[in-house]
């Protein structure tokens, strides 16, 4: 992706649906989002569980282990290390965190079509590919994460307002079939705000601070 000098490298867009959305997914949306919220979970850091039925002589057991995650040490230490940054790695961050976007829009009542593990759908989620040993300062990494501070304090009441945002266009949709669109467009910018702070803090794949501001 190639980016204007005053373009921040991290940009997100969501179509805004001009049309009527579905009324019944809508209402159902907390318990449809479930199936691929757990997919989500099983590729977005290691966990395990198991389960066990009947008594200790008759007895099934079931196991399962989610691994994945975004990748932050691996990067890291390359960054200081070897001034690099290996283009799969970015990859695998970058789609991982498309495909978080696209659960979060969903759940977030932006689109009525099912998440995609793979499809871009209407969540258009891109970050600068970086020429570590030229964009990045191999120290940088070592303190971004508390630099990014004074952002999650603002995140946490962002994310505050777009609660209450996406209760107002639950109870919007279902007597209208629409969202609000100034509603959609700041909830829109509130998952800009924070994939660009994943991008900076955790990810790494640019220096430049996250500008404090809702436009794109």
């Known amino acids: 992706m190639s980016v204007a000098p005053d373009e921040y490298p991290v940009r997100l867009s969501v179509d805004y649906p001009e049309r009527d959305l579905n009324r019944t997914t809508t209402f159902f949306r907390f318990f449809t989002v479930i199936p691929i919220a757990i997919v989500l979970a099983s590729v977005s850091g290691g966990s395990s569980w198991s389960f066990q039925i009947g008594n200790s002589t008759d007895e099934l057991v079931a196991t399962g282990v989610g691994a994945g995650g975004l990748l932050f040490f691996g990067p890291l230490l390359l960054i200081v290390f070897r001034q ?102 700041y909830i829109e910018a509130v998952l800009r705000w924070g994939n660009r702070i994943v991008a900076y803090a955790f990810i790494l794949t640019t220096d430049r601070y996250p500008p404090f501001r809702l436009s794109p």
């Open 84 to 185: 690099k940054y290996p283009r799969w790695w970015f990859d695998w961050n970058l789609n991982l965190m498309r495909f978080s976007s696209r659960v979060g829009a969903y759940f977030a009542l932006m689109d009525d079509r099912y998440p995609s593990t793979d499809e871009e759908q209407s969540v258009h989620l891109d970050i600068a590919y970086p020429d570590a040993a030229r964009d990045l300062n191999r120290w940088l990494p070592l303190v971004k994460w508390f630099l990014a501070i004074p952002h999650y304090v603002v995140l946490a009441f962002l994310w505050t307002g777009a609660i209450f945002a996406g209760v107002f266009a639950w109870f919007a949709i279902l007597f209208t079939g629409r969202y609000p669109r100034g509603l959609f467009d």
